[in-house]
């Protein structure tokens, strides 16, 4: 079985009840989920997760497209996550 990166935009869901078509059961127990708005989840949220943030620091330069400071932020939950972020920590991968 092939692993699966799933989108989800939940900006529009109104409840825990809208979320029953996205089967998340086997999405987070087999596969990737790449979630925006992750606060509608509710008690859906998996407790192993990798929650990442993505901020844009300053404005584009006009005809410089990198000219934007990119921040990201990540935020383990649950042990297998804190070794994961622990172990890219320590092999120089990840810096503060």
Known sequence: ESLQIHHMDLYRLAGED????LNLDRAFANDISLI???????SK????????QLRIVGNAQEGIEDSCIRH?????????????IQFLVEE???DD
């Not at 949220?45 to 990798?50: A, D, M, Q, V, Y």
């Open 18 to 21: 809208d979320l029953r078509p």
């Open 36 to 42: 925006e708005w992750p606060v509608r989840l509710g």
């Open 45 to 52: 949220s998996p407790k192993e997760r990798l929650e990442m």
């Open 72 to 84: 990201v932020s990540l935020q383990p939950h649950g042990n297998r996550w804190k070794e994961r």
């Open 92 to 94: 120089g991968y990840i």
